[in-house]
């Protein structure tokens, strides 16, 4: 006798096949700037939300260029009429108790300017929805390279305060060896202990901005905020600042905020011509084939062909609607006013914010190496500072002093390379990649 299937069977044989194993842990994630780019368009709210407005607008010019052409629709009815004795019924305008109707429609505008002008405006539309997308899209870099960067820097200010706690360890420890020897006094044990107390809680400071930096960070680049990961430090590889005239030439050529604006112009000298066909006829066309009699059969009784076609072609030229379509027209041209006058401002703001950029970015290339020569010459100098200290030549405070030194010229040179980078990523919301 076979053993019963069960549920609870299929699940213990699935468990012991590995159909319900757990996948192995990967350990954190190690992200570099790109894949850190990338992942963060997936899950970003605002370049989603740009990016489905450029898809409906693009909807929109699809359906504006479909009203353009001809259309066909299949019409299929029935009219039924009380009969009191008369050919037609009660109703004198219809053509007998029962009506059939089984027709071809074809209809199209032969000539409709509102409608062509609609659809170069869909297409303007569609142009600055597009460009406002590369605007999400360029401002999540920027975002990204603070948040990215933000968490290199923190990891190197984890990594600056553990040196400074293993410095002003090995300070108290010279301070007690004095001490007992009688070459130190008290306070100056004091004053080490007051300094390695003071590293132990930038330490733990150091620690906290990097767990609020991750999980600021991870909001961004994945679905749940508390995933594993760490970024690659690229500090010391910074790319080369550009000349301010490729600067300039990339702006010009890839400049979203400029397209958006040149798009919207676009759009309102379009709506311009659809308010002024308000003032021009239209001629459309229609043809019908099929049926339409009392019958439904293709002949009738008395053997006539019931099957046939006929078109129409109608002339609409406006007269009088209360001075709607010039209300419409100046609408349009004060909207056009306005596009051009943000188009202007998108200009002169580009302008200014290139060379803002550029100047900040110049500013902090320069003094990289003026931060990086001072954190060398902290170095030495705490060294040195030390070295008088164990001979008698200088006091604990002068030691204190250089400590203190050296951690800020470590975080400020750090600082400094995140500053340049931010300032690259800035002026790539500009021009693109470079």
């Given at each position: ?16 096949q590995?159909v319900?194993a757990q996948?192995?842990n990967?350990?954190p994630?190690?992200?570099t700037?790109?894949?850190a780019?990338?992942r963060?368009r997936?899950?970003s ?7 489905i407005s450029?898809?409906l607008?693009?909807e929109?010019?699809?359906q ?6 001809p259309t ?9 009429t009380?009969p ?6 009660v109703?004198?305008p219809?053509?007998?108790?029962r009506v059939?109707?089984?027709?071809l ?5 032969v000539?409709?300017?509102?409608k062509?002008?609609?659809y170069r405006r869909?297409?303007?539309a ?13 401002g ?11 968490m ?5 200010k ?6 400074s706690?293993?410095?002003a360890r090995?300070f108290?420890d ?23 107390q ?7 400071d150091a620690q906290?901005?990097l767990?609020k ?8 680049l994945?679905p ?11 500090l ?6 550009p000349?301010f005239?490729e ?8 400049s979203?905020?400029i397209?958006?604006a ?9 709506a311009i011509?659809?308010a002024?066909?308000?003032?021009l006829?239209?001629?459309t ?8 009699a009392?019958?439904l059969a293709?002949h009738?009784?008395e ?5 046939g076609?006929?078109f129409q ?10 001075g709607?379509t010039?209300?419409?027209?100046k609408?349009?041209q ?5 596009a051009k006058?943000?188009?202007?401002l ?12 550029y ?10 190496a003026?931060l990086r020569d001072?954190m060398?010459?902290s ?7 030390r ?10 405070q002068?030691v ?6 050296l951690?800020?010229?470590?975080n400020?040179?750090d600082?400094?390379?995140v500053?340049?980078?931010l300032a ?11």
């Amino acid at each position: 006798m076979q053993p019963r299937l069960t549920i609870l069977g299929l699940c213990l044989a699935f468990c012991q096949q590995g159909v319900f194993a757990q996948a192995p842990n990967q350990g954190p994630i190690t992200l570099t700037l790109q894949q850190a780019m990338v992942r963060a368009r997936q899950y970003s709210q605002q370049v989603y939300t740009a990016n489905i407005s450029a898809l409906l607008a693009h909807e929109d010019a699809v359906q504006a260029k479909a009203a353009l052409l001809p259309t066909a629709e299949g019409v299929s009815g029935f009219i039924y009429t009380q009969p009191n004795g008369t050919p037609s019924g009660v109703f004198v305008p219809n053509d007998g108790p029962r009506v059939y109707t089984e027709l071809l429609t074809v209809h199209a505008d032969v000539f409709n300017p509102a409608k062509r002008a609609d659809y170069r405006r869909a297409q303007a539309a569609e142009a600055v929805a597009r460009a406002r997308a590369d605007i999400a899209a360029r401002g999540l870099v920027a975002t990204v390279t603070q948040d990215f960067y933000g968490m290199a820097v923190a990891q190197r200010k984890i990594n600056n305060a553990e040196a400074s706690l293993r410095e002003a360890r090995e300070f108290l420890d010279i301070t007690q060896k004095q001490e007992r020897g009688g070459e130190a006094a008290k306070v100056d044990v004091i004053k080490a202990q007051l300094q390695v107390q003071q590293r132990e809680r930038d330490l733990q400071d150091a620690q906290v901005n990097l767990e609020k930096a991750r999980v600021g960070f991870a909001v961004i680049l994945f679905p749940t905020y508390n995933t594993e990961f760490s970024v690659t430090d690229d500090l010391d590889a910074s790319p080369k600042l550009p000349a301010f005239s490729e600067i300039q030439n990339l702006a010009g050529k890839n400049s979203p905020d400029i397209r958006a604006a040149q798009a919207t112009v676009q759009q309102q000298n379009f709506a311009i011509a659809s308010a002024r066909a308000g003032y021009l006829p239209t001629v459309t066309f229609d043809y019908f084939f099929g049926l339409e009699a009392n019958n439904l059969a293709i002949h009738s009784p008395e053997g006539y062909n019931q099957i046939g076609s006929s078109f129409q072609a109608q002339l609409n030229v406006p007269i009088w609607n209360w001075g709607a379509t010039k209300s419409k027209l100046k609408q349009a041209q004060l909207e056009l006013q306005q596009a051009k006058n943000d188009l202007t401002l998108a200009q002169r703001t580009l302008l200014s914010s290139m060379q803002a950029y550029y100047l900040e970015a110049q500013v902090a290339t320069s003094q990289i190496a003026s931060l990086r020569d001072s954190m060398a010459l902290s170095v030495e100098n705490l060294r040195l500072t030390r070295l008088r200290y164990e001979a008698g030549e200088s006091t604990a405070q002068e030691v204190v002093d250089a400590q203190t030194a050296l951690v800020q010229a470590r975080n400020a040179y750090d600082d400094g390379l995140v500053r340049y980078r931010l300032a690259l990523a800035n002026l790539q919301t500009l021009t693109g990649a470079f």
